[in-house]
């Protein structure tokens, strides 16, 4: 059945070393979101792409890249110029109809230490 | 600047009774509003939603209300229950974007037996 796979659910990374988050979806939609959840915080936007080849920084993309080769694809990479990358990383897609709504992933609860 | 608001970061109310969570919004350019609702290490889910034409959008127990002059949507649960315990996050969309979401810092609900 279709969905948004996030892998893995939980990540632990040493400080300084780059990690990717990888999310999968399968239901045929063109757009991609990454976002960034904190304790007692709103989800807040970090990178985007509305089609394959294309995205375009959140508000907070300082220290995060991305890549959009694939539609169904849209891995995201925590480099060690985040200042602060322990957080629970949700990823989410759409359609691009008007009035529709984003279908987020189980997340990944990345902890670096 | 946080567009979208939920000034309550927690809501306690007896099993059967009403629920009201609130949200404000300070960008008149949006035109689509939803919440979510999410438990604990796992992603949100679409709960209900509410174009800026419409004050009103019902479904089952669940009726959204928006109040454009105001600035101002509430989500009523009616009538509460245990399994209704989660947070519940606002969102707003602006026209004409590219459909990423701005989101309240969410409410937690806690429904008491």
């Known amino acids: 059945d279709g969905g948004i796979t996030q892998s893995p659910k939980y990540l632990f990374r040493k400080e300084g070393q780059n990690v990717t988050l990888s999310c999968e979806q399968n239901l045929n939609h063109d757009a991609m979101y990454w976002y960034r959840q904190d304790p007692g915080q709103g989800l807040r936007l970090i990178y985007y792409s509305q089609i394959v080849n294309d995205f375009q920084k959140g508000d907070i993309a300082e220290g995060y890249s991305v890549s959009r080769e694939k539609k169904e694809s849209f891995p995201l990479t925590v480099t060690s110029a985040q200042k602060n990358p322990t957080a629970f990383y949700l990823c989410a897609s759409s359609t691009q109809g008007a009035n529709t709504e984003a279908f987020f992933g189980q997340g990944t609860r990345l902890t670096v230490v | 600047d946080q567009q979208v608001k939920q000034n309550s970061p927690s809501l306690s109310v007896q099993e059967g009774r009403i629920s009201i969570l609130n949200c404000d919004y300070t960008n008149s350019m949006f035109d689509y509003f939803l919440w979510y609702k999410k438990y604990p290490a796992e992603g949100p889910t679409f709960l209900i939603s509410i174009s800026s034409i419409k004050d009103k959008n019902e479904d089952g127990r669940f009726t959204v209300f928006l109040n454009k002059s105001a600035k101002h949507l509430s989500l009523h649960i009616v009538p509460s229950q245990p399994g209704d315990s989660a947070v519940y996050f606002c969102?707003?969309?602006?026209?004409?974007?590219?459909?990423?979401?701005?989101f309240g810092s969410g409410t937690q609900l806690t429904v008491l037996p």
């Open positions: 969102a707003a969309r602006v026209w004409g974007s590219a459909r990423q979401l701005t």
